[in-house]
């Protein structure tokens, strides 16, 4: 895999886990404040389209994965 897909599956992994332990409804509930995880990682991809600068992409980078697809 490429850095922009990892990229996309961690940060939905992320949201979709934050969205559990944070919504009242959810069997995992814990506790609200889990939702503001999932403000963060919409407001990094929101930064980042428009920047081109992503945490995660350097550090995947620092980690070896191609930045182009295979």
Known sequence: ??????????AGAVVLASLA?????SPL????????????VGLNLFQSGFTG????????LRLGVSKNAA
Do not use: D, K
Request: aromatic share 18%; with cysteine; proline share 3%.
């Open 21 to 25: 332990l944070g919504v009242s409804a």
């Open 53 to 60: 600068f992503c945490p995660l992409e350097m550090i995947l």
């Open 29 to 40: 509930f814990v506790s609200v404040h889990w939702l503001w995880l999932t403000a963060f």
């Open 1 to 10: 895999m490429n850095t922009e897909r990892l990229i996309r599956v961690f």
